[in-house]
């Protein structure tokens, strides 16, 4: 491995490390003001903490071994190196994120109709894009990922709904998190909107529409991966990759710190 790919793997690893000492931060410090939280407060920011850790540790994985699902590919050769252990890991990190968010809009809907929904809503549409996602893998049809990161870009569009139904109730610090959140969900919608979906359905219409099937994909899933050094190989996934495994857990470890909602009724 060299070049480009090197560095880019390199700088993933770096970006690991950070995440895990930004999470003890996060943790140390919500421990500090656990005295001056209301204790119901603080109960809810350290579930939020853990939720946190699930991604982290998730995506901490992945960026030590890199993997791309359908076509099979990894850049090592270990025991470790299949698609079923990361796609597992990758399940278990996304619904940790999911739960964060549906957590935090309950707290924030309480009294508010649309945030209470969306915070119901958030889960189950979670859920069903990872069914979506494991059919993707096991098929290695791009459309099912397409559909799968349809349902992601569905569920932040409603988040965003919900937060701008609670900013006009919101004082302090909870109308600037309300406000960072909606400037966040805009961007990640234009990304999916205009790059990620795209991108999967231009994959599945050049392979055309077709997909491997269930017990020969099943079988692969459990194999280890293709190891494939080709930076060509990996630049398209490298551009989703890159910011999810660091801008969105930077996220995840500060919503323990998000401040109260509940002033936003």
Same mark, same amino acid.
Request: net charge negative; proline share 4%; charged share 20%.
């Given at each position: 491995m060299q070049g480009p790919l090197l560095a880019w793997w390199l700088a993933l690893c770096a970006t690991a490390s950070v995440n895990v000492i930004a999470w003890g931060w996060s943790a140390r410090q919500l421990a500090r003001h656990a005295l001056d939280m209301p204790a119901d407060l603080y109960a809810s920011r350290r579930l939020l903490l853990w939720l946190s850790a699930g991604y982290v540790l998730g995506c901490g994985f992945r960026s030590i071994f890199p993997m791309v699902d359908a076509p099979r590919i990894c850049l090592h050769d270990t025991w470790i190196s299949r698609v079923v252990v990361g796609r597992t890991a990758a399940t278990a990190a996304e619904l940790c994120f999911a739960l964060q968010w549906a957590l935090l809009l309950r707290e924030a809907g309480a009294g508010e109709r649309t945030a209470t929904l969306v915070g119901r809503?958030? !889960?189950?549409?979670?859920?069903?894009? *990872?069914? #979506?996602? %494991?059919g993707a893998v096991l098929t290695s049809n791009y459309?099912?990922?397409?559909? *799968?990161?349809?349902? %992601?870009?569905l569920a932040a569009a409603l988040a965003l709904a919900a937060f701008l139904t609670?900013?006009?109730?919101? *004082?302090?610090?909870?109308?600037?998190?309300?406000?960072?959140? #909606? @400037?966040?969900?805009?961007?990640?919608?234009?990304?999916?909107?205009?790059?990620? @979906?795209?991108?999967?359905? #231009?994959?599945? /219409?050049?392979a055309g529409g077709g997909s491997l099937p269930l017990g020969q994909g099943l079988h692969t899933l459990l194999e280890?991966?293709?190891?494939?050094?080709? %930076?060509?190989?990996?630049? /398209?996934? !490298?551009? %989703?990759q890159s910011p999810y495994f660091s801008i969105v857990v930077w996220t995840s470890i500060a919503l323990a710190h998000a401040p109260s909602l509940r002033a936003s009724r």
């Open positions: 809503l958030i !889960v189950p549409i979670i859920v069903v894009a *990872e069914l #979506s996602c %494991w459309l099912l990922h397409a559909i *799968e990161n349809s349902l %992601w870009t609670l900013r006009p109730r919101a *004082e302090g610090a909870a109308a600037r998190f309300l406000e960072a959140a #909606s @400037v966040c969900a805009v961007i990640y919608l234009a990304f999916m909107v205009m790059v990620d @979906v795209p991108m999967y359905l #231009s994959r599945w /219409q050049a280890r991966c293709v190891v494939e050094r080709d %930076w060509n190989a990996w630049r /398209q996934d !490298v551009v %989703w």
